[in-house]
């Protein structure tokens, strides 16, 4: 039985690294596309910005593709849908994208500190293994403080004049909120994960 659930785990696993791979090459051909629209075009600023996602795209893919499937395709979903935004003006005509876009890579980020981690706290009193709400405590903090870099960053970008990130300090303010909540469902995302984990053991 124990064998039968192993295979079984196995087999999920490689369906979703194909499924993945396969998203995910899509998404980077999107990228590149739209990266070289802008290098054709001469629009030096947004083409460097699009040869980091793209970059990004594939170092994500190697990175997490083969272990952490799901992660891999979730930042390659965030660093593709940020390029279409700027391609067609999304972050300025929906606050909803805007949000949405904020929650979905901190998320991202959240699922990856954890792992980063989580080796160093076994053992101690915030071992996720004999602590749950840990991860809770790590998801919040490291919610915050990129929250709080992210928009130092983008005051830093206005200052510049080559994009306008900021719009008031109802729009800061709801950013974080919405990185916040993104960091809450990563953590509803480890804990499930972790709870998998022990009922495997």
């Known amino acids: 039985m124990a064998a039968t659930l192993l295979n079984n785990s196995a087999t999920d696993l490689v369906s979703y690294r194909l499924f993945g791979n396969r998203l995910n090459t899509v998404m980077t051909v999107g990228a590149a596309h739209i990266t070289y629209g802008w290098i054709e075009c001469g629009q030096l600023s947004f083409a ?5 996602c793209t970059t990004a795209l594939i170092v994500s893919q190697w990175q997490f593709g083969p272990q952490r499937p799901w992660l ?4 390659a979903i965030w660093f593709t849908s940020h390029l279409l935004g700027m391609r067609y003006g999304l972050y300025g005509s929906s ?15 959240v699922v990856m500190w954890i792992d980063w981690i989580r080796p160093a706290l076994a053992g101690s009193r915030l071992d996720p293994r004999h602590n749950p709400w840990s991860l809770l405590l790590l998801a919040v903090i490291f919610t915050l403080a990129t929250a709080a870099l ?4 983008e005051f830093g970008i206005d200052q510049t004049g ?4 900021q719009r008031g300090l109802d ?12 960091g809450c469902l990563a953590w509803c995302w480890e804990a499930a994960a972790s709870g998998r984990q022990q009922q495997r053991l």
């Open 48 to 52: 460097l910005v699009g040869i980091a």
């Open 72 to 75: 891999s395709l979730w930042l």
């Open 95 to 109: 606050s909803l994208f805007d949000k949405a876009m904020h929650a979905i890579i901190t998320g991202g980020f």
């Open 150 to 153: 992210w928009e130092i960053f």
């Open 162 to 165: 080559m994009f306008r990130a």
């Open 171 to 182: 729009d800061t303010m709801l950013d974080m909120i919405a990185a916040l909540a993104g």
